[in-house]
């Protein structure tokens, strides 16, 4: 276990701004200074005490910073064991439409599926109106699991049309990407996609099957894949761990 070596800058105590909160972009500034993402040992906070010392407030002010980390997922507490920084969190591009399993490997990490669930299903009006499907068609409904280097960072329920993938049930969907099966079995491909993000605390399943606390934030996105003729042919919906991973889209002027 290694300690974070904390930036030199001091607080300014004559400035009109909150002790704590300049405390809090302090610590934000070592633990970004932290360059080794995928580090396997904790790195540990000083104690609440040292903390006092070294910037020379109470520990009211110290653990008032403490709980704003804590709640934007850069650290994390053990009862008896102190304050750790997480992991740092894995930037996501949102510009690139590709899977999840190549967007893994491209970073050098070992994915994993796991199937939960694959049902034949009349899907919700919502749903079938998304993907131009008729009141009477059904729909695949995938509920998967996804690793990164065996530690579990998202849950995928996708809605698939029968008509387009009659037997997608019995393709290898633990292995092979979606991407890979809709092109090479299907001759189907992925073109664009629309998706809305929004955020919310994890429900007591989802921080189950994700290795989180029921409170931890989750980033939920709803995709819709439409191929190279512009129709809709995936509904996805899937939950990311917040303390894991920022979403990123890059700009630029028309």
């Known amino acids: ?5 904390i930036n030199p800058r001091r607080i300014d105590k004559d400035l009109p701004v909150p002790y704590y909160y300049q405390i809090v972009q302090v610590l934000k ?7 080794d993402a995928d580090r396997e040992e904790e790195i540990a906070l000083p104690t609440e005490v040292e903390l006092g010392e070294l910037f020379s407030v109470n ?7 403490l709980q704003v980390l804590e ?15 997480h992991r740092r969190r894995v930037e996501v591009d949102l510009s690139t439409l590709n899977s999840t399993t190549e967007d893994m490997k491209s970073r050098g990490w070992k994915p994993g599926t796991e199937v939960l669930e694959i049902n034949k299903i009349h899907p919700s009006s919502h749903i ?3 993907l131009h499907m008729k009141e009477e068609e059904y729909a ?3 509920f998967r699991r996804r690793f990164a280097n065996g530690e579990p960072v998202s849950l995928q329920r996708a809605f698939l049309p029968c008509s387009l993938f009659p037997d997608i049930d019995q393709k290898d969907l633990v292995t092979r990407s979606f991407f890979d099966i809709w092109e090479n079995d299907y001759n189907l491909h992925a073109f664009r996609a629309e998706q809305t993000i929004r955020t919310r605390t994890a429900a ?3 921080a189950e099957l994700l290795e989180m606390g029921g409170c931890d934030p989750l980033f939920e996105i709803t995709r819709v894949t439409f191929d190279i003729h512009a129709k809709p042919f995936e509904y996805l919906v899937s939950v990311w761990r917040g303390d894991r991973y920022d979403f990123f889209v890059r700009l630029s002027t028309r």
């Open 29 to 35: 500034e070592s633990i970004m200074d932290i360059d």
């Open 1 to 5: 276990m290694n300690d974070t070596v």
């Open 71 to 85: 709640r934007e997922g850069l650290i994390y507490r053990k009862k008896g064991r102190g304050t750790f920084v």
């Open 59 to 65: 520990r009211g002010t110290i653990r008032h910073a």
């Open 140 to 142: 695949w409904e995938i």
């Open 204 to 206: 007591d399943e989802e």
């Open 128 to 130: 079938s109106n998304t």
